[in-house]
């Protein structure tokens, strides 16, 4: 099973501020990760899949990078409603395992 | 609009059974992989079971294979989890997912959940 980790754990970031989100895979997972946020009460989102890919309706201030065990989601100016947790998974290979989540919050 | 919605979630006893169902509108229900995922405040999110378009590949968690079941009906636009045996471990919020796109199994779309406690 790949093993999926997230840091940081949480993530405290100002409004209009940069935020970097890491992922990371126990073994390749080729480009084959995707990210999605959660808000209390909602269910996940989904925002990027293949590293970089972004889901229909996803703002362009979302983007992913990276490639084999490592990848980034960027959010580029944080707006009032990106205040969530954010989980990755990859999908390379079975079981499709997600991370543990990074919260981002308000500084 | 896509919409997945989900019952059958209830309280249980150790050892028990339960079916969850999920009907999906707004697409094209049949050329679809569909899958159930959960989430517990323990263990985050676990994909759980997936099911291919015509129903003939299925594909579980290694923690409920040999307990559960995943089913489709087309005619119905519905996906079920058949869940025998419960423990308290399958306490969790369960939810109907939408499989993205080829390659790997992602979800683009998710219903609101059921909620499965399982009490000893």
């Known amino acids: 099973e790949i093993m999926v980790t997230q840091s940081p754990a949480t993530l405290s970031v100002s409004p209009g501020e940069r935020a970097t989100l890491i992922c990371r895979a126990s073994q390749s997972v080729s480009s084959n990760l995707a990210w999605y946020q959660q808000k209390p009460g909602q269910a996940p989102r989904l925002l990027i899949y293949a590293t970089s890919t972004r889901a229909t309706g996803i703002p362009a201030r979302f983007s992913g990078s990276g490639s084999g065990t490592e990848f980034t989601l960027t959010i580029s100016s944080l707006q009032s409603e990106d205040f969530a947790v954010y989980y990755c998974?990859?999908?390379?290979?079975?079981?499709?395992?997600f991370g543990p989540g990074t919260a981002v919050e308000i500084k | 609009e896509v919409q997945l919605v989900e019952s059958g979630g209830a309280l249980v006893q150790t050892g028990g059974s339960l079916r969850l169902s999920c009907v999906a509108s707004?697409?094209?229900?049949?050329?679809?992989?569909m899958n159930w995922v959960r989430q517990t405040p323990g263990k985050g999110l676990e994909w759980v079971a997936t099911?291919?378009?015509?129903?003939?590949?299925?594909q579980y968690v290694d923690s409920v294979k040999g307990r559960c079941t995943i089913s489709r009906d087309n005619s119905k636009n519905s996906v079920y989890l058949e869940m025998n045996s419960l423990g308290v471990e399958d306490t969790a919020v369960y939810y109907c997912?939408?499989?993205?796109?080829?390659?790997?199994?992602?979800?683009?779309?998710w219903g609101q959940g059921t909620v499965v406690a399982v009490s000893s």
């Open positions: 707004g697409f094209t229900f049949s050329t679809y992989w």
């Open positions: 099911i291919k378009e015509d129903g003939g590949e299925k």
């Open positions: 998974q990859q999908h390379n290979k079975w079981p499709w395992t």
């Open positions: 997912a939408r499989d993205g796109a080829p390659p790997g199994i992602f979800f683009d779309k």
